[in-house]
């Protein structure tokens, strides 16, 4: 499966952005697609998680109240609605498939590990 990441942009604090993650390629519903972000010298880290099929969803608490993962069956993407946005979320985010089965260590300290396809990356930059 190939992502296609797309959405990011400048917004001021207490903006909002949707991100897209669109997928291709055989198989695409056999994937959990799961969101990420990267700060420069930091670790990648998750933020939220989807499976295709049955909707289940789970975020890290930092973003819980804030972010919404979603998903579009019939245009193969998945969104990320970020709403309330500051500075401290300036960052690169990533979608990232994976076809394992869905666990705890999807969406863990170590996720990034668990994930095989990476989309190629969309800037958000929260102007204070």
């Known amino acids: 499966v190939q992502l296609q990441a797309s959405g990011g942009g400048l917004v001021q604090a207490g903006g909002s952005l949707r991100l897209s993650c669109t997928a291709s390629?055989?198989?695409?519903?056999?994937?959990?697609i799961g969101w990420f972000r990267q700060i420069p010298e930091k670790e990648r880290e998750i933020l939220a998680i989807?499976?295709?099929?049955?909707?289940?969803?789970r975020y890290v608490d930092s973003v819980k109240s804030r972010f919404t993962i979603s998903r579009d069956n019939t245009k193969n993407t998945v969104y990320l609605q970020m709403n309330s946005l500051q500075p401290e979320d300036t960052a690169v985010y990533y979608c990232?498939?994976?076809?394992?089965?869905?666990?705890?260590?999807?969406?863990?300290?170590?996720?990034?590990?668990?994930?095989?396809?990476w989309g190629q990356g969309t800037q958000v930059t929260v102007s204070s």
């Open positions: 990232a498939a994976t076809s394992r089965r869905w666990s705890t260590d999807l969406y863990g300290p170590y996720a990034r590990y668990r994930y095989d396809r």
């Open positions: 390629g055989r198989n695409v519903n056999d994937y959990i």
């Open positions: 989807i499976s295709w099929t049955g909707g289940a969803t």
